[in-house]
């Protein structure tokens, strides 16, 4: 069925390192895969977002990078502040069912915990 | 542009009752989703609404449902709530594309005793 894997759980740098988080996905019709940022008592917020007709996409410190053959993508963000912390979700659209398009429907990864050390 | 909105943001229920939460979605938006999140499950979705019509659902029980108006506002309601129901519940609007993003709101935070 529909699966998204995200490592590591949690990650911690130091400030001006570079962190990387990963995640991989179970169906090979998925076509986008956002990133998503959560502080505490807030909602997700996205930060960047990929999909399946591009290889990259850059946004300032924050990239991302997909390769459909392998079926993962990544987060890659560089120059870590301690802003940056925070708990990161990536995602993945399922796909179509018989009775349901994809609309609507993100499957989530269970998330990373970064601490960004001043 | 004013983001999603939620209320209330926070609610206090015992088992065996039910409750109704409500999202306002951004202006000129016209798909909600639903998603429940808890430290043991992550971020997993209920059901998602365009145009009033439920579109989308996910695999949680009928005690679950939602509702869409015609200004693009949505509720969700939960009856005979159980313990395990405790959890932050967030929506998130859209235009409605298969890779449109999706804007999410601070969410609600329903605790059953």
């Known amino acids: 069925g529909e699966n998204v894997e995200q490592h590591p759980s949690t990650l911690s740098v130091q400030e001006g390192d570079s962190a990387v988080i990963k995640c991989t996905y179970s169906?090979?019709?998925?076509?986008?895969f956002p990133w998503y940022k959560q502080e505490l008592g807030k909602g997700p917020q996205l930060i960047i977002d990929i999909r399946s007709n591009v290889g990259e996409k850059k946004d300032q410190r924050i990239a991302v990078t997909l390769n459909k053959t392998a079926k993962h993508f990544s987060l890659h963000i560089t120059e870590t502040q301690p802003e940056d912390s925070a708990v990161y979700f990536c995602?993945?659209?399922?796909?179509?069912?018989?009775?349901?398009?994809?609309?609507?429907?993100?499957?989530f990864g269970q998330g990373t915990e970064l601490s960004v050390k001043p | 542009k004013a983001g999603v909105t939620q209320t209330p943001r926070y609610l206090i229920k015992t088992r065996g009752q039910q409750v109704t939460l409500s999202c306002s979605p951004i202006s000129g938006h016209r798909s909600v989703s639903w998603y429940q999140q808890t430290p043991g499950q992550g971020l997993q979705f209920l059901f998602e609404y365009f145009s009033e019509t439920q579109r989308n659902k996910g695999n949680f029980p009928g005690r679950f449902s939602g509702r869409q108006f015609s200004n693009s506002r949505s509720e969700m309601n939960v009856s005979t709530l159980e313990l395990g129901d405790s959890a932050l519940y967030l929506c998130?609007?859209?235009?409605?594309?298969?890779?449109?993003?999706?804007?999410f709101g601070p969410g609600t935070r329903l605790t059953v005793l």
């Open positions: 169906d090979s019709a998925s076509n986008y």
């Open positions: 998130a609007s859209s235009l409605g594309g298969d890779t449109d993003t999706q804007y």
């Open positions: 995602a993945a659209t399922p796909r179509p069912t018989k009775n349901y398009n994809q609309g609507g429907k993100l499957i």
